[in-house]
């Protein structure tokens, strides 16, 4: 809502001098905690999240569907009786928010530089979070996750079977979703959190295709002197009888042109399914036995 897939970071280091500024592959299990958001009581701790930013654009393009005219019958719904499909998505966003929840989210990432291309394959990231608790727990092969009243354990294949690694002074409100923050106007997570974010404040075309269902498309264009690139998010939106976000389906892509020598064409795409299920469950998660401590 996820690790960006330990296989396709390292996959990817081998390629990415030739991409503008990517950010670099996360080297440390430390670095997932010090990228985590800042609890404004608690420690600092900057962002681990690769963010569904759009950057500074504005409210959304809202688009409903066509109706046919029908004669007048008594007195018409005026505009403030008829709810928008942004108004219908934010209630359901605002919903699905500050109540515990489970999570499935499935990935596939590609990135090419150049003639280069690195493609994960897919996999699959489950877990559950409590906001009210700071905790829960994030599993996928060979990386999991535990954050217990916002203190963060992390697993991964390259380190000792079973053992944790914990920032003995970082406190988190929030899961780390990704190792890898993927640079850009728009970028690409499978936080659920960061997604909302996104369908709140994103110039964004929505579009209500069902009940219960909507379609979003959204634009950006970076163009500064490293490089230009312009970057699309288009997905849909499941929303559940209880009236909360159930399923969402992306793909998330950019395409841009260096202008550092030699210059190169570049491009990033992710695709994810979320499904979102168990609002309000406990999130109970156990706390490590075989920890190292980082200072």
Same mark, same amino acid.
């Given at each position: 809502?996820?690790?960006?897939? $330990? ?13 503008? =500024? ?30 569904? &930013? ?21 007195? $018409? ?51 559950? +979070?409590?906001? &009210? ?7 996928? $092969? ?5 954050? /217990? ?14 053992? +944790? ?25 499978? =936080?659920?959190?960061?997604?909302? =974010? ?6 964004? @075309? /929505? ?60 491009? @990033? ?5 979320? $499904? ?7 999130? @109970? ?11």
């Amino acid at each position: 809502m996820f690790n960006l897939d $330990e296989r396709l970071t390292n996959g990817l280091h081998g390629i990415v001098d030739g991409e503008p =500024d990517s950010t670099p592959p996360t080297e440390k299990l430390l670095e997932l905690g010090r990228r985590g958001r800042r609890r404004r009581s608690g420690v600092a701790v900057s962002a681990t999240l690769a963010v569904l &930013a759009l950057g500074a654009i504005g409210t959304a393009t809202l688009v409903q569907p066509s109706t046919p005219t029908r004669p007048a019958v008594g007195a $018409e719904a005026t505009a403030s009786q008829v709810a928008s499909p942004q108004v219908e998505l934010v209630s359901a966003v605002t919903a699905s928010e500050n109540i515990s929840y489970r999570i499935k989210a499935s990935i596939t990432a590609r990135k090419t530089a150049g003639k280069f291309e690195v493609a994960g394959r897919p996999y699959t990231t489950e877990g559950a +979070f409590d906001p &009210a608790t700071d905790t829960g727990y994030l599993r996928s $092969e060979g990386h999991e996750e535990r954050l /217990i009243d916002g203190v963060r354990f992390v697993r991964s294949p390259g380190g000792t079977d079973g053992q +944790f690694v914990q920032d003995g002074s970082a406190r988190f409100d929030r899961l780390a979703y990704d190792a890898q923050v993927l640079d850009g106007a728009l970028s690409g997570s499978a =936080d659920p959190e960061s997604l909302f =974010d996104v369908l709140r404040q994103a110039d964004a @075309k /929505i579009t209500k295709t069902g009940a219960g269902t909507y379609h979003f498309v959204a634009a950006s264009r970076d163009d500064d002197a490293i490089q230009s690139s312009t970057t699309t998010f288009v997905g849909d939106i499941t929303v559940g009888a209880d009236q909360r976000v159930a399923t969402v389906t992306y793909e998330w892509a950019t395409r841009g042109r260096t202008k550092r020598a030699p210059q190169s064409d570049f491009a @990033k795409n992710i695709r994810v399914t979320l $499904e979102l299920s168990d609002y309000g469950a406990p999130v @109970k998660v156990e706390r490590p036995t075989n920890v190292v401590v980082l200072k």
